[in-house]
């Protein structure tokens, strides 16, 4: 099975600064949807810098489908694909179908494959009718389907979310994990969530937990909202409600992330 694999990772921007990850250990399977949690500055960003090869560790292993990031091979940027919070970060073709087709140019793809696959992404998130429009004229959720299109096109093992719907009305956040997860099923997509909105976490079925850098928990999503006193000190707060089922005497459901609350970042 393919995975993504930390092993006992260190991170310091310089030889001589406090380090910004320590001995994190983890692996994602493809398949799996799990959520990185830890307050501002507990390191989920240089995680996921760390998954998709964009910084090497300072000490320690980081392997996507058995390939060492530090080879610095390229196939490791389409295995592992990022979606920001801000869309217009990742779009920069004029037109949807510039866009679309950046990523397949860049890595010299025939241009029959490229083009048999920028209109089947399209027609997957509903963008077909708009190939030959400017992005200009993309409303917010439109331009955000855009940028999952131009990472979901490389058709990566795994996809690193961070807070990508934040911007999105609730409508468009439905459909937006509606498609995540039909491509979850079919491709065996894995998909790792930086700080999920509250609304989120109930799609969620493991945790990773960041607290100054370590990886404090790793497990099931209902098992970390078990202990709601050692949750709240890790800067992680429990969605209302799995906080309304604790207070009122019921039990966590195995693999529910509740409705309401969230985490910090």
């Keep these: 099975m393919t995975r993504l694999t930390f092993d006992r990772v260190d991170y310091r921007s310089t030889p001589t600064?406090?380090?910004?990850?320590?001995?994190v250990s983890f692996s994602l399977a493809a398949g799996e949807v799990a959520g990185l949690f830890g307050r501002n500055g507990a390191g989920k960003s240089t995680l996921?810098?760390?998954?998709?090869?964009?910084?090497?560790?300072?000490?320690?292993?980081?392997?996507?489908?058995?390939?060492c990031t530090s080879t610095r091979d390229p196939d490791i940027q389409r295995r592992v694909g990022i979606?920001?919070?801000?869309?217009?970060?990742?779009?920069v073709g004029v037109t949807v179908e510039e866009d679309l087709a950046f990523g397949p140019e860049n890595l010299g793809m025939e241009p029959a494959v490229m083009r048999t696959r920028v209109r089947s992404t399209a027609e997957r998130l509903g963008l077909a009718p708009w190939l030959r429009r400017p992005v200009a004229e993309l409303s917010g959720g439109m331009r955000q389907k855009l940028a999952l299109g131009g990472v979901l096109i490389m058709e990566?093992?795994?996809?690193?979310?961070?807070?990508?719907?934040?911007?999105?009305?609730?409508?468009?956040?439905r459909e937006f994990w509606e498609i995540l997860l039909d491509l979850r099923r079919e491709r065996g997509l894995g998909?790792?969530?930086?700080?999920?909105?509250?609304?989120?976490?109930?799609?969620?079925e493991r945790a990773l937990v960041l607290?100054?850098?370590?990886?404090?928990f790793d497990g099931p999503i209902a098992d970390l909202w078990a202990a709601p006193d050692r949750v709240a000190a890790w800067g992680v707060r429990v969605p209302e409600g799995i906080r309304w089922r604790q207070?009122?005497?019921f039990s966590v459901p195995a693999g529910s992330?509740?409705?309401?609350?969230?985490?910090g970042r």
Excluded at 17 to 23: Q, R
Excluded at 156 to 173: C, G, I, M
Excluded at 191 to 203: C, K, M, N
């Design 211 to 216: 607290e100054a850098g370590r990886l404090v």
């Design 83 to 91: 979606l920001f919070q801000d869309a217009d970060r990742q779009i």
């Design 17 to 23: 600064a406090s380090p910004i990850l320590g001995e």
């Design 257 to 263: 992330g509740g409705n309401g609350g969230g985490a």
């Design 191 to 204: 998909i790792l969530v930086v700080s999920p909105r509250p609304a989120e976490t109930d799609r969620l």
């Design 156 to 173: 990566p093992d795994f996809l690193l979310l961070d807070e990508p719907t934040s911007q999105l009305d609730p409508w468009a956040r």
């Design 48 to 67: 996921t810098r760390l998954a998709a090869g964009l910084v090497l560790p300072t000490a320690g292993r980081v392997e996507v489908a058995g390939i």
């Design 247 to 249: 207070a009122a005497g």
